[in-house]
């Protein structure tokens, strides 16, 4: 067996502990919990899903990886949203525009659905049994005043203010006055 010094340990990593740290890691991670199921879903049921949101929105550039966690996130929600979801991609692709798609979706009786879609990407959650958070700073809700407005948050400045330099003139972190909580 061969003996390593010190300074030959503290150089890099050993088979050993790297094995040891590999066996810990993979044995925390089969006890994490899943947040939602995952559920299968195809590029073709995304794409279609971004197009009607696309469409619903009125916004071209909507991002692609929200759109898949959206459309997992329903699909969690409730197994019969793959259906809704399906038929209203179809009457996106014949609708005009938003207006003429809401009339469908609810000629269609999935009114309710096309609503729910429309305030996911504008609120950034999927509410329902439980409460999915999928977006934040980049929720459709923030876009009208980006240009004026921070994203709101509870920070005075902003998301995560307190990682740059204080302002001129002041010395210490502002503390919260009243006491909230």
């Known amino acids: 067996m061969m003996r390593h010094s010190r300074s030959q340990l503290s150089r890099g990593m050993t088979r050993r502990f790297f094995t040891n740290s590999a066996v810990c890691a993979a044995a925390l991670l089969a006890h994490v919990p899943i ?21 619903l ?10 759109a898949a966690r959206i459309y997992e996130a329903l699909l969690a929600e409730d197994a019969a949203n793959r259906d809704g979801l399906a038929k209203l991609a179809t009457l996106s692709a014949g609708a005009t525009d938003a207006g003429a798609l809401k009339a469908g979706a609810g000629a ?18 999927v509410t329902g049994k439980q409460t999915v958070m999928i977006a934040y700073h980049d929720a459709l809700m923030y876009r009208p005043v980006a240009d004026g407005l921070v994203t709101l948050t509870y920070c005075s400045k902003g998301p995560l203010w307190w990682r740059d330099q204080l302002p001129p003139g002041v010395t210490r972190v502002p503390v919260n006055f009243p006491k909230v909580l």
């Open 35 to 55: 947040a939602y199921a995952q559920v299968a879903t195809s590029v073709d049921d995304v794409g279609g899903f971004l197009d009607l949101s696309r469409k």
């Open 57 to 66: 929105s009125a916004y071209d550039d909507l991002d692609p990886v929200i």
């Open 108 to 125: 269609a009786g999935l009114g309710d659905l096309l609503t729910a879609v429309l305030m996911a990407w504008y609120t950034g959650t």
